[in-house]
Nanobody
């Protein structure tokens, strides 16, 4: 059974930083590109960043480019997202997603809440 467990979300002031983690199990982690996405209540899931299985290529939404950094540790089956210079508009539930491009098999974890507020 595939499991994705996010952690690291918190309440932080604008300009602050957080590091999100996603512990995975139930599949060969290194063989899959992974995605971070976020969602506000009542809104659609928004793609944020992705990384290939070998961590050679990374991709970012324009709204987070230069502020967020995606990474992975294939030895630990864990995905990360470093969030810097956080803005109030970054407030969302953040999800780790497997198979983002295949809506029929897409899987996400329970999410971790990031709240940016002064």
């Amino acid at each position: 059974e595939v499991q994705l467990v996010e952690s690291g979300g918190d309440l932080v002031q604008p300009g602050g930083s957080l590091r999100l983690s996603c512990a995975t199990s139930g599949f060969t982690f290194s063989q899959y590109a992974m995605t971070w996405a976020r969602q506000a209540p009542g809104k659609e899931l928004e793609w944020v960043s992705a990384i290939d299985g070998g961590a050679k290529s990374t991709y970012y939404a324009g709204s987070v480019q230069g502020r967020f950094t995606i990474s992975r540790d294939n030895a630990k089956n864990t995905l990360y997202l470093q969030l810097n210079n956080l803005k109030t508009e970054d407030t969302d539930m953040y999800y780790c997603v497997k198979d983002w491009n295949d809506s029929s098999s897409r899987i996400r974890g329970q999410g971790t809440q990031v709240t940016v507020s002064s």
